[in-house]
């Protein structure tokens, strides 16, 4: 799936380096991904707010891109809840299922953080343009060229991918061989895409190959320049800030529970 473009869409975050949102988004998840505690989440989860209002999305597409998420969360919570680790009183029991004080904490805990990761990050990324990314790490970072643009390549054509599929499904049905055997029908569709995805990959290939791309010795220029200013590193500053105040509250609470030691 392409993400639309930055351009199409208004706020502070909007036109700021993809760089800096990718660096937001980490700065954000990775130290929240190190506890499983209720104060760091919801700190977490109310301070990012702000990301969230002023990423330039409206409220259906928010909606829309996160529908994993609201769907997952709940799932996550039941499944803790029933087979997580048992602590404190015993509030139902039945069979492997065991459900406890520490084991509802545990999970409200875990869904509460991944709401409090996955709804800011989500909201970053979804004015991340993949060219502008692509451009980024190539300049700023000095990642591999011939990596970066394949990579970036390759997403481009998931959007030709689905129109095959759905040009392949109308071409089966027009000869009357897409009504019987769902099962074998999937499959030969899989295999018929797999085909049409390899000839692709390799025409392009081709066509990259004879226009340089990845020949060693010669320096690449660039259609654009991919800045990063003092703005796109403050948003990293700020992003970096919530999660820090996450955690220095639940540290100074009391209420840091680090995932190894959960584990263990």
Same mark, same amino acid.
């Given at each position: 799936?392409?993400?639309?473009?930055? *351009?199409?869409?208004?706020?502070?975050? #909007?036109?700021?380096?993809?760089?800096?949102?990718?660096?937001?988004?980490?700065?954000?998840?990775?130290?929240? #991904?190190?506890?499983?505690?209720?104060?760091?989440?919801?700190?977490?989860?109310?301070?990012?707010?702000?990301?969230?209002?002023?990423?330039?999305?409206?409220?259906?597409?928010?909606?829309?891109?996160?529908?994993?998420?609201?769907?997952?969360?709940?799932?996550?919570? #039941?499944?803790?809840?029933?087979?997580?680790?048992?602590?404190?009183?015993?509030?139902?029991?039945?069979?492997?299922?065991?459900?406890?004080?520490?084991?509802?904490?545990?999970?409200?805990?875990?869904?509460?953080?991944?709401?409090?990761?996955?709804?800011?990050?989500?909201?970053?990324?979804?004015?991340?343009?993949?060219?502008?990314?692509?451009?980024?790490?190539?300049?700023?970072?000095?990642?591999?060229?011939?990596?970066?643009?394949?990579?970036?390549?390759?997403?481009?054509?998931?959007?030709?991918?689905?129109?095959?599929?759905?040009?392949?499904?109308?071409?089966?049905?027009?000869?009357?061989?897409?009504?019987?055997? *769902?099962?074998?029908?999937?499959?030969?569709?899989?295999?018929?895409?797999?085909?049409?995805?390899?000839?692709?990959?390799?025409?392009?290939?081709?066509?990259?190959?004879?226009?340089?791309?990845?020949?060693?010795?010669?320096?690449?220029?660039?259609?654009?320049?991919?800045?990063?200013?003092?703005?796109?590193?403050?948003?990293?500053?700020?992003?970096?800030?919530?999660?820090?105040?996450?955690?220095?509250?639940?540290?100074?609470?009391?209420?840091?529970?680090? #995932?190894?030691?959960?584990?263990?």
């Amino acid at each position: 799936m392409i993400l639309d473009s930055p *351009r199409t869409r208004t706020g502070p975050i #909007v036109s700021r380096s993809a760089l800096a949102k990718l660096g937001g988004a980490l700065a954000l998840s990775v130290p929240l #991904v190190l506890s499983v505690d209720l104060v760091s989440a919801a700190v977490a989860l109310a301070l990012g707010l702000g990301i969230i209002l002023t990423s330039g999305l409206t409220p259906r597409e928010f909606f829309l891109r996160t529908l994993p998420i609201w769907i997952g969360a709940p799932s996550v919570f #039941v499944t803790v809840s029933l087979y997580g680790v048992a602590r404190g009183e015993i509030l139902f029991e039945w069979g492997v299922m065991r459900v406890s004080e520490g084991s509802l904490e545990l999970a409200l805990a875990s869904a509460l953080r991944l709401f409090a990761v996955g709804l800011p990050s989500i909201a970053l990324f979804a004015s991340i343009d993949p060219t502008d990314l692509a451009d980024g790490l190539i300049q700023r970072l000095h990642f591999s060229p011939r990596f970066v643009m394949g990579a970036l390549a390759a997403m481009r054509l998931l959007g030709l991918l689905t129109n095959d599929a759905r040009s392949l499904a109308l071409a089966r049905r027009a000869r009357g061989v897409a009504d019987h055997g *769902r099962v074998r029908r999937f499959f030969g569709a899989a295999f018929a895409l797999f085909v049409l995805a390899i000839r692709r990959g390799t025409t392009l290939s081709t066509a990259m190959e004879a226009r340089g791309f990845g020949v060693p010795g010669i320096r690449r220029t660039h259609a654009r320049v991919a800045t990063f200013d003092r703005r796109d590193a403050l948003l990293i500053l700020v992003c970096l800030a919530i999660s820090g105040t996450a955690v220095g509250v639940a540290v100074a609470t009391g209420a840091w529970n680090f #995932v190894f030691t959960i584990a263990a």
